[in-house]
């Protein structure tokens, strides 16, 4: 089972948190959850080359807290501020557009935090990402998953990697699947620390579909992993 889903939302309430954190009725639960998709899809088109890692979301009755992890940080912030200034008047002006015909609909308050990837090497997303954009640059797919899987099994942290490619590899005709991996990565233990990252690499010869695991350890008590 552990070899058919995402490790992440296998382990979502053991080990992990939501990315979502609200309460609503029955009647909102639609209407917030298209908000939290719309944010998403936004966020992901105006800051993707930030090297989005996580997006995570909490809301109350008329607050909306969006904390964003990335790699380069400097790029959503921008000069003076302005950068994360204009994000958050596109994310409020979406909002309005989305309750357009709704009269009555209170308006909400919309903050954004931004915060820094500490150790870039050992994030499952940003590897994804990085050889996502190293497929796109031309590089061999073979060299570019040796490289990072590589630099992944450097750090201490990390026990064990996997990564995959999906498509038509450097061009070919026929679609097939590649992976190299190295240590150990226990999928069905569910106290198993294991990052995972997707990512799609957007080449001239179609769409080549990036899968990583990174194994950290395994996480006893009730600290979970956010």
């Given at each position: 089972?552990?070899?058919?889903?995402?490790?992440?939302?296998?382990?979502?309430?053991?080990?992990?948190?939501?990315?979502?954190?609200?309460?609503?009725?029955?009647?909102?639960?639609?209407?917030?959850?298209?908000?939290?998709?719309?944010?998403?899809?936004i966020?992901?088109?105006?800051?993707?080359q930030?090297?989005?890692?996580?997006?995570d979301?909490?809301?109350?009755?008329?607050?909306?807290?969006?904390?964003?992890?990335?790699?380069?940080?400097?790029?959503?912030?921008?000069?003076?501020?302005?950068?994360?200034?204009?994000?958050?008047?596109a994310?409020?002006?979406?909002?309005?557009?989305?309750?357009?015909?709704?009269k009555?609909?209170?308006?909400?308050?919309?903050?954004?935090?931004?915060?820094?990837?500490?150790?870039?090497e050992?994030s499952?997303?940003n590897?994804?990402?990085?050889?996502?954009?190293?497929?796109?640059?031309r590089?061999k797919f073979?060299?570019?998953?040796?490289?990072?899987?590589?630099?992944?099994?450097?750090?201490?942290?990390?026990?064990?990697?996997?990564?995959?490619?999906?498509?038509?590899?450097?061009?070919n005709?026929?679609?097939?699947?590649e992976?190299?991996?190295?240590?150990?990565?226990?999928?069905?233990?569910?106290?198993?620390?294991?990052?995972?990252?997707?990512a799609?690499?957007?080449?001239?010869?179609?769409?080549?579909?990036?899968k990583?695991?990174?194994?950290?350890?395994?996480?006893?008590?009730?600290?979970?992993?956010?």
């Amino acid at each position: 089972m552990g070899q058919k889903i995402r490790p992440d939302s296998l382990r979502l309430g053991i080990i992990r948190d939501w990315s979502s954190r609200w309460f609503t009725s029955k009647k909102n639960q639609k209407i917030w959850l298209e908000e939290d998709v719309m944010f998403r899809r936004i966020i992901k088109e105006k800051i993707g080359q930030a090297g989005i890692i996580k997006v995570d979301i909490e809301r109350t009755a008329d607050q909306y807290r969006l904390f964003i992890k990335a790699a380069r940080p400097g790029l959503i912030i921008g000069r003076g501020g302005k950068g994360i200034e204009e994000l958050t008047k596109a994310l409020e002006k979406s909002l309005i557009k989305l309750h357009e015909s709704e009269k009555d609909k209170k308006p909400v308050r919309l903050s954004v935090n931004v915060e820094e990837l500490k150790r870039s090497e050992i994030s499952a997303q940003n590897v994804a990402q990085n050889i996502a954009w190293d497929i796109e640059k031309r590089v061999k797919f073979r060299k570019a998953m040796k490289r990072h899987l590589e630099l992944m099994m450097q750090n201490k942290e990390c026990q064990g990697a996997k990564v995959r490619l999906s498509g038509r590899l450097d061009g070919n005709e026929i679609s097939r699947t590649e992976w190299l991996a190295k240590g150990k990565i226990p999928l069905q233990t569910l106290r198993a620390n294991i990052d995972f990252g997707t990512a799609s690499a957007f080449a001239s010869y179609g769409v080549v579909g990036v899968k990583v695991w990174i194994y950290k350890g395994e996480v006893f008590g009730e600290d979970k992993i956010r």
